[in-house]
């Protein structure tokens, strides 16, 4: 099992592989750039091969970056969608220069001009920004809680995305527990999940569906909130929880924690309680 927590990569690569091993994961998240958007770091050739040796040695396993939230493909000011295009090109081709598996993209907010013209603009800025051809980067799209004016608050969304960008092997699917059951969702459930499989296989299909942010919730079944919880003291609780971990499926897709903490450091407790959960691990 892949299952890690949301670290930093601002001290370097082979820093984050230590820290995430330190911490009894063996995958991590990091933001791709300055989390409110700004200036990227650049990543020597040096850092890349430290880093291949860190992770190889640590038996590091798929990473999942993620992309700023201050980035809206959906926007309508044209500033906007520079801006954005300018990000996914850059930040996917530094990614991609580490070999980084997977980054994660809110697909954006259309600002009340509605889901049709807000995918329309996603779907835009992808085309122009994202390699066709399949690379060792998979650009995901994140299935988000459908608060205010999200964008891809449905499986339906995110394969409309997929198929206007013409579904090149470049672009995929990030699920979040929290945001998932903010849908309705119900993980705590058989047939919650059940239902869950059905959607995601009637619409984007398994296989674009490459990782997932492991969070509880702080707010009710369907409540369309982004509130993430630490793991088995939200709604979710053990039973939501223990329910990805044990599922045949969801359990192969790297589990990374985007729960509330106050320094890294208490991962280490989330995610010994995560594997505490399950028998004989
Ligand atoms: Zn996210």
Same mark, same amino acid.
């Given at each position: 099992?892949?299952?890690?927590?949301?670290?930093?990569i601002?001290?370097g690569l082979p820093e984050a592989a230590e820290t995430a091993s =330190?911490? %009894?994961?063996?995958?991590f #998240?990091? &933001?791709?750039?300055?989390?409110?958007?700004?200036?990227?770091?650049?990543? !020597? *050739?040096?850092e890349v091969s430290a880093w291949q040796e860190a992770r190889t040695r640590l038996g590091i396993?798929?990473t999942?970056?993620?992309?700023?939230?201050?980035?809206?493909?959906?926007?309508?000011?044209?500033?906007?969608?520079?801006?954005?295009?300018?990000?996914?090109?850059?930040?996917?081709?530094?990614?991609?220069?580490f070999?980084?598996?997977?980054?994660?993209?809110?697909?954006?907010?259309?600002?009340?001009?509605?889901?049709?013209?807000?995918?329309?603009?996603?779907?835009?800025?992808?085309?122009?920004?994202?390699?066709?051809?399949?690379?060792?980067?998979?650009?995901?799209?994140?299935?988000?809680? =459908?608060? %205010?004016?999200?964008?891809? #608050?449905? &499986?339906?969304?995110?394969?409309?995305?997929?198929?206007?960008?013409?579904? !090149? *092997?470049?672009?995929?699917?990030?699920?979040?527990?929290?945001?998932?059951?903010?849908?309705?969702?119900?993980?705590?459930?058989?047939?919650?999940?059940?239902?869950?499989?059905?959607?995601?296989?009637?619409?984007?299909?398994?296989?674009?569906?490459?990782?997932?942010?492991?969070?509880?919730?702080?707010?009710?079944?369907?409540?369309?909130?982004?509130?993430?919880?630490?793991?088995?003291?939200?709604?979710?609780?053990?039973?939501?929880?223990?329910?990805?971990?044990?599922?045949?499926?969801?359990?192969?897709?790297?589990?990374?924690?985007?729960?509330?903490?106050?320094?890294?450091?208490?991962?280490?407790?989330?995610?010994?309680?995560?594997?505490?959960?399950?028998?004989?691990?």
């Open positions: 099992m892949w299952l890690g927590a949301h670290l930093t601002s001290s =330190g911490l %009894g994961a063996n995958t #998240a990091y &933001f791709t750039r300055n989390p409110r958007g700004g200036s990227a770091r650049l990543i !020597p *050739p040096e396993g798929p999942v970056g993620h992309m700023p939230y201050t980035v809206n493909l959906a926007g309508n000011k044209t500033s906007v969608q520079d801006f954005a295009r300018m990000v996914v090109a850059d930040d996917f081709r530094r990614v991609e220069s070999s980084g598996e997977y980054m994660c993209l809110h697909p954006g907010s259309h600002l009340g001009d509605g889901a049709e013209a807000g995918i329309e603009r996603v779907v835009a800025i992808l085309k122009d920004a994202l390699p066709r051809s399949s690379a060792s980067t998979t650009l995901l799209l994140e299935t988000m809680a =459908g608060s %205010g004016s999200e964008v891809g #608050a449905s &499986f339906a969304e995110l394969a409309q995305i997929i198929d206007q960008t013409g579904a !090149p *092997p470049t672009l995929g699917v990030c699920l979040d527990s929290c945001h998932l059951f903010s849908q309705g969702y119900d993980f705590t459930t058989e047939s919650g999940i059940e239902r869950l499989l059905k959607d995601i296989d009637q619409s984007v299909g398994r296989d674009r569906v490459r990782a997932m942010h492991l969070n509880d919730s702080k707010f009710p079944l369907g409540s369309h909130k982004d509130r993430h919880q630490n793991l088995g003291q939200g709604t979710l609780g053990k039973a939501g929880i223990l329910n990805i971990l044990r599922h045949p499926w969801l359990s192969t897709l790297p589990l990374v924690l985007e729960t509330p903490v106050t320094d890294i450091q208490e991962y280490a407790a989330e995610i010994a309680l995560a594997k505490s959960w399950l028998p004989s691990a």
